[in-house]
């Protein structure tokens, strides 16, 4: 049983949900739209992901973390292809959504068949935006916001991480993460557009996708994202 919505991540619910109820028509806005490699899921994601952060920072008076869950990234859009491609890999299963974001790849799971889905992410927004997300496309998901970096996890059968390697620090933390989950005997997917923070060895390519990115700040309009299966 996982622990109520804590109180940032209620705020921030309470917040997308008013945002949703009474969305503007400008570039700052929350819009219920088709993920474009993954349509079978539509997500509350930004206009313009940086115009929305810079309109909540002045709401708030304070600064926020950036709001990556107010995009699909290409890894986590070539990892929910992936799953409903081939849904022998979540169903029946315990799915852990690694570094969450919106939600989408655990949304994917979930429409797979899987047993139970937890997404974790530690930006209360994103805690927020999984919940939303879920209720769009009418699956469980739990959404959870503590930090699991430095645990073990045990009660998962399969944990997948969709664009989790965007710095040398998250990797640092995240690759071991995955790898004592492995040990432990989960099987371990992630979905990388080749940002170089990956080592080379050690994990099997499964798939390679050509996927168009919603992302703010990226000079093509397609990523290629390989799905990963570290040994
Ligand atoms: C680039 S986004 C990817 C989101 C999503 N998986 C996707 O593919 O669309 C990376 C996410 O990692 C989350 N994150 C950062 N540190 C984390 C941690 N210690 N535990 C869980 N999530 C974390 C961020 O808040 C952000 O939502």
Redesign the pocket.
Known sequence: MLAPMKGTAAAALSELEREIDAPGDGLDRLRLMPTPFVPEVRLHLAEDAIVWWARMEAAVGHAL?PP??A???A???ALARHLLDHPELAAGRRVL??????G??AIAAALAGAARVVA????PY?VAAVTINARANRVDVDASGD???DDVDTESDLVV????F?SRA?TA?VLPFLQRAAAAGADVLV?DPGRGHLPADGLTVLADYPVPTTEPSVDSSLRHVQVLRPA
């Open positions: 973390p990556y869950w995009s699909a990234w890894g986590g859009q959504d690694l570094a969450a974001g919106s989408l790849v974790n992410d530690i930006d994103a930090d699991l970096l991480a969709g664009d989790a965007y998250m933390r979905g």
